[in-house]
């Protein structure tokens, strides 16, 4: 028996110690854990001392060896209270630290140097034990049981005032180690002639692990179901080690008269019974403890997963979206929920969904390169709002105290990223529970499954609307080429009308004039010039329509005239004639910045027009989104057209101070029916491709397109010089 327990004190040493390097190791620049690392080497020093004084034979020798285990039990207090105030960061009570330091270093002195602490030792039947000297020793229990106390009372009231959901379940795991190892006070006893087996030890093993769980440690286990489980553990394997034990120790005389020299076979197939089942029985137990315990999240955890499992059918990407968060919010009961999805075009991620509270100060955009969106990338794991701050001050790390920040922002106590494959497509950020409870670890996974689900749905969702715009795309293409083949016949018929109305407000013109030459009445005369000034717009406006419709007709009516020499000045104009139906010119600047005297190219008039109407428009979309997404003040959109004859070629620029486009989009941009515009509706993806077309097959010239995004793009155009 004196072996074993050798053993197990030596074994307990190492293991406390252990656990303090460990800790230490961790974050060396943490001041709760050198604390700690203090903490465990009193230990440490007190049980080894113990061990190896129970093994030793001569009594003087023996009395050294306690003495050098009791100094470790002087600064157990002492090295404990600094811990505790440490890990709850009482910056205040240093100096207080220090004296307590100065009580031990005395205690200290009085046991090396008189006998006032420790007088003898007392021999009992299981072995020596250091004798307390009444003139010290109650007062160094006072102070052992104060520092103690003081602790204790620091670790409650911090509970009472702790907002950290993570440092409040910190301080719960603290405190519960510390009622625990209390219990090892149990140990005082024998000094004071009590003939009680000193196992008081045995409580304070469990002090590292729970310590060192809870400083290592964020995203810790509910308390009460850590409870939960250590006294299913005790209760269940107190049975599985207890009846062996009581049938070899307590029952063997009664085993032995009933089956003799074979009794051993009792303890040995209980034990071997009871180690099979217990760990079934015990599993079995905990889960329904569990289940009962966590009832509400069970609950909410498996209508996730149905909802994970079902999202995949819903194509709409905005109703995809609006599900997700309304089923979050509302299963989970959290005070809002929002998703961000990664907009391509601007690499940035965009709010998309929100559902609850807090919509005010959300911000609507993340920019893509953002330490929030780099950390998930690189680290593809959810954030916790308390965790992220509780390591931002215990590894003094920037970058989390920026993503706590962005998180403030948001108002969320926790971000799930969505991945496809190796691509962050959008993340949810999630308030806090209304329970006030933490995102438990099991919370973590399930939405780490709903968030992989929802990727997958997105990209569906997302590839669904592609092939609606693509089809939207086709058949608007398919409807201009059908209102190009019937604009020579509409336009008959519209100018027919146009031609009548305007002969018929002639004839109403000139009757007027003639009934004017009358006398008539001061108010006829007046009302009849009314008329005729009404007359007289309606004539300029069928003239002005006349026009509008020739201008369409040539544009869309196929060329007959062939090639020849085209003036610039001439194309430009009858281009901007074209799109100031389309467009507002007013809003932009158009500079030509070329020589007038500038050479003809050799070219058809109707396709080059059409190429020039084509960049125009593309050049006033991209600066209207410009405008429209930067808001810069003092911005005007300015197109810049210069021309030179180059050889025999003349090279045209057009340059824009637009938007820009990306350069992932770059290489693209003459693929048909790729349109880097807002909305499908706004182009159809076939302007660059018909413009490349044009130039390169039909006029043998080149065209060539840059761009850099929020600078603006430049199309350079070389065409023949005609001789």
């Avoid at 955009?365 to 709002?385: F, N, S, T």
């Avoid at 106590?413 to 099991?442: Q, T, W």
């Avoid at 604009?487 to 018929?504: E, K, P, T, V, Y």
Wanted: hydrophobic share 45%.
């Amino acid at each position: 028996m004196a072996i074993l327990i050798y053993a197990l004190r030596v074994f307990a040493a190492f293991f406390v110690l252990g656990f303090g390097i460990l800790t230490f190791v961790k974050n060396k620049n943490s001041s709760i854990n050198r604390a700690f690392l203090k903490l465990t080497i009193a230990i440490f020093i007190w049980l080894i001392s113990y061990a190896l004084a129970s093994r030793i034979s001569d009594i003087s020798h023996m009395l050294i060896a306690f003495k050098m285990g009791f100094a470790g039990i002087i600064f157990i207090p002492v090295t404990f209270y600094e811990f505790i105030a440490t890990f709850l960061n009482k910056q205040r009570i240093r100096l207080l630290q220090s004296l307590f330091w100065v009580g031990g270093i005395i205690f200290l002195y009085f046991l090396y140097f008189t006998p006032l602490l420790i007088a003898d030792l007392y021999h009992y039947s299981w072995g020596y034990y250091p004798q307390a000297n009444i003139k010290m020793h109650p007062l160094f229990l006072c102070f052992f049981i104060g520092l103690f106390t003081a602790g204790f009372v620091d670790l409650v009231l911090n509970l009472l005032k702790e907002r950290n959901l993570i440092q409040l379940s910190k301080t719960k795991y603290v405190l519960l180690g510390s009622i625990i190892a209390s219990f090892g006070s149990v140990d005082f006893i024998p000094n004071y002639g009590i003939s009680l087996f000193p196992l008081g030890f045995i409580f304070l093993v469990q002090l590292p692990i729970i310590f060192a769980y809870a400083i290592i440690k964020y995203r810790l286990m509910d308390v009460s179901v850590a409870v939960t489980r250590t006294s299913i553990f005790f209760v269940i394997y107190s049975f599985v080690l207890g009846i062996p034990f009581v049938l070899a120790f307590g029952w063997r005389e009664q085993l032995k008269s009933l089956m003799g020299e074979m009794w051993w076979l009792a303890p040995l197939i209980s034990s071997t019974v009871l180690a099979t089942v217990g760990p079934s029985i015990y599993l079995f137990i905990q889960r329904k403890a569990e289940d009962r315990l966590l009832q509400e999240q069970r609950r909410y955890q498996a209508a996730l997963r149905r909802a994970s499992l079902g999202m995949g059918r819903v194509k709409e990407l905005g109703k995809l979206l609006n599900l997700i968060v309304h089923i979050v919010t509302r299963t989970v009961k959290i005070e809002h929920s929002i998703i961000y999805l990664f907009h391509e075009s601007s690499s940035q991620f965009v709010l998309k969904a929100s559902k609850g509270i807090g919509g005010d100060r959300r911000s609507g955009v993340i920019a893509g390169d953002a330490v929030l969106i780099q950390h998930l990338q690189k680290h593809r794991e959810p954030l916790v709002y308390d965790e992220v701050k509780q390591r931002s001050v215990d590894f003094k790390d920037e970058a989390l105290a920026e993503i706590g920040k962005v998180m403030e922002d948001l108002q969320a106590a926790l971000i799930v990223p969505s991945f496809m494959d190796e691509r962050l497509i959008a993340f949810i950020a999630l308030g806090k529970k209304k329970s006030g409870k933490l995102y438990s670890h099991d919370d973590l996974i399930v939405f780490s499954i709903l968030a992989n689900q929802a990727a997958l749905a997105i990209e569906n969702a997302q590839f669904y609307e592609e092939m609606k715009k693509t089809h939207e795309q086709l058949i608007k293409a398919e409807k201009m080429a059908t209102i190009g083949t019937m604009a020579d016949g509409l336009s008959h018929q519209i100018n027919n009308r146009l031609h009548a109305m305007g002969f018929i407000a002639g004839d109403a013109v000139d009757t007027i004039r003639l009934k004017k030459k009358d006398p008539l009445p001061p108010e006829t005369r007046e009302l009849l010039e009314e008329i005729e000034h009404s007359l007289d717009r309606i004539q300029d406006n069928v003239k002005r329509g006349g026009e509008i419709v020739e201008g369409l007709l040539k544009y869309s009516r196929k060329p007959e005239e062939g090639f020849g020499a085209v003036d610039l000045n001439k194309l430009l104009d009858a281009s901007l004639e074209m799109v100031q139906f389309k467009i507002k010119l007013n809003r932009i600047d158009i500079v030509r910045n070329f020589d007038h005297a500038v050479p003809p190219v050799h070219g058809n008039f109707t396709q080059l027009q059409e190429v020039f109407f084509n960049i125009i428009d593309n050049s006033y979309d991209a600066m209207m989104e410009r405008q429209e997404e930067f808001k810069e003040p003092g911005y005007k959109g300015r197109l810049e057209i210069t021309a030179h004859s180059n050889g025999q070629n003349l090279e045209i620029l057009l340059s824009d101070n637009g938007i820009g486009v990306r350069p992932q989009d770059i290489n693209k941009l003459f693929t048909p029916f790729f349109t880097t515009k807002l909305s499908s509706k706004k182009g159809t993806g076939l302007g660059l491709y018909v413009m490349r077309k044009i130039i390169e097959e039909n006029h043998q010239g080149k065209v060539e397109f840059t761009s850099e995004y929020k600078e603006g793009s430049r199309t350079r155009l070389v065409l023949p010089i005609a001789t």
